[in-house]
């Protein structure tokens, strides 16, 4: 019993010491949109690699949006154990990335964002965020679900998708 507790409050510590190690990266927030129809998917997007393969640039986020969907049947990944599904948008159908819903222990055990769905850097386009005054939004910036209701209702603006056209498969490095 009191082990179990102090084993629990040590893993809570360890992850609020690392949510504050993030914070203090001050990792920019970007804006992911479908390279196909260029329909605005995300406005949490992360540039980040696979944990499994440093090599594989990719796009993530920790929320889900309306205008992403899941497939049904789970399958496991060819660069680990993790168990995915593959997102699609919405408006075109087009596979843009998988939802990891069962990550494997490797995948834990090594430093991550904590975010489940990924998305492959040759089916989005992105573009940083950036608030009201011009300046790039980053993870410190914005509260942990600060978008959930407005992610769903939100339709993309003609700005955005026109500054997302221009930007079209930039990366940022």
Known sequence: GYQRRVRGRLTILSFLWFLEQVKKMDVPVVELYCSNCLLLLS???????????????????????????????????????????????????????YHVVVPCSFCLSGPNNAHYWLFREDKVAC???????????????????????????????????????????????
């Open 127 to 173: 573009k940083e965020r950036v608030d009201e005054k011009g300046m790039v939004v980053t993870w410190f910036d914005i509260p942990a679900f600060e978008e959930l209701n407005s992610e769903k209702s939100a339709e993309p603006s003609a700005a955005s998708v026109q500054a997302a056209a221009s930007l079209s498969h930039i990366h940022m490095d």
């Open 43 to 97: 406005k949490r997007g992360e540039v980040c690699s696979l944990i499994a393969d440093k090599t594989i640039t990719i796009y993530s986020t920790d929320l889900a949006t309306p205008f992403f969907k899941e497939q049904k049947d789970p399958y496991k990944i060819s660069t680990c154990a993790c168990l995915i599904r593959d997102t699609l948008c919405s408006d075109c159908q087009t596979i843009v990335g």
